[in-house]
């Protein structure tokens, strides 16, 4: 019973796991006609994206050091993008901390954005979910996502500056973060949060090293901590 149940449990995360393959296909692609285009050769592109596997740090670095930026700055952006990795593990650990150490080690390893914002809204609206159950369902998520970016990183590299400019693949970039992030503004706090990082990122556009990404991450996420310890006050008062 507990096997079927959790096969169950990795199609269901598979069938949720499999539209953003729309959006991987054409990202991870450029990336590796960007990589080659910046000075990887075919190799170490797709050893980035094995290493790294993170699209928006992956960027974030590819873009500086094609500007010259010096090394530190280049880690430190690419850790301050991917910054949300931490957030994500903290936001899981009550749902799969239970599970072995092997596995926990696997999902940190495959926790990306599309995993994470599918998982964590099924293990919200299914409380009943056993460990085993999550732990199948978060995998299920990214059996397709994970090796379809490392296959179209090798594709994007092997035929680089082949495709032609008007195909314009770097649409998959802003449609990736849109489909993730939409469905989670539940609250006012996370729209605040949001709308805060927007405004910000926008005035701060003229930062050197593209240091106002994290600058206006950071003012996104302290907007979006006080409004909810604002609004958690107005409910208990009401």
């Known amino acids: 019973m507990t096997s079927s ?21 054409p990202f ?11 000075g990887l050769s075919v190799f170490e592109s797709l050893m980035f994206s094995v290493a790294v596997i993170a699209g928006a740090a992956q960027f974030t670095a590819l873009q500086l050091m094609t500007e010259d930026v010096p090394t530190l700055i280049v880690l430190a952006s690419a850790l301050a993008v991917n910054l949300r990795m931490a957030m994500y593990s903290a936001s899981l650990t009550p749902y799969i901390g ?14 990306v954005d599309q995993s994470y914002a599918c998982s964590i809204v099924k293990f919200e609206s299914a409380p009943q979910m056993s460990v085993p159950e999550r732990i199948a369902y978060f995998f299920g998520t990214v059996v397709l996502v994970c090796p379809m970016w490392y296959t179209f990183t090798l594709i994007g590299a092997v035929i680089g500056a082949q495709i032609p400019p008007e195909f314009a693949l770097d649409f998959a970039l802003p449609i990736t973060f849109l489909a993730l992030i939409a469905p989670m ?14 405004v910000v990122a926008l005035l701060a556009a003229g930062i050197p090293y593209n240091l106002g990404l994290i600058v206006a991450g950071l003012c996104g996420m302290m ?4 409004a909810e310890v604002w609004l958690e006050q107005r409910k208990a008062e009401a």
């Open 98 to 111: 239970a599970a072995p150490l092997w596995q926990r080690a696997l999902v940190a390893y495959v926790t």
């Open 5 to 25: 149940t959790t096969k169950s449990a990795f199609w269901e995360g598979f069938r949720a796991g499999a539209p953003f393959l729309l959006v991987i296909m």
């Open 223 to 226: 907007a979006g901590a006080q």
């Open 185 to 198: 503004l539940r609250t006012g706090a996370h729209v605040i949060a949001a709308a805060t990082a927007i």
């Open 28 to 38: 991870a692609t450029l990336f590796g006609v960007l990589a080659t285009e910046a």
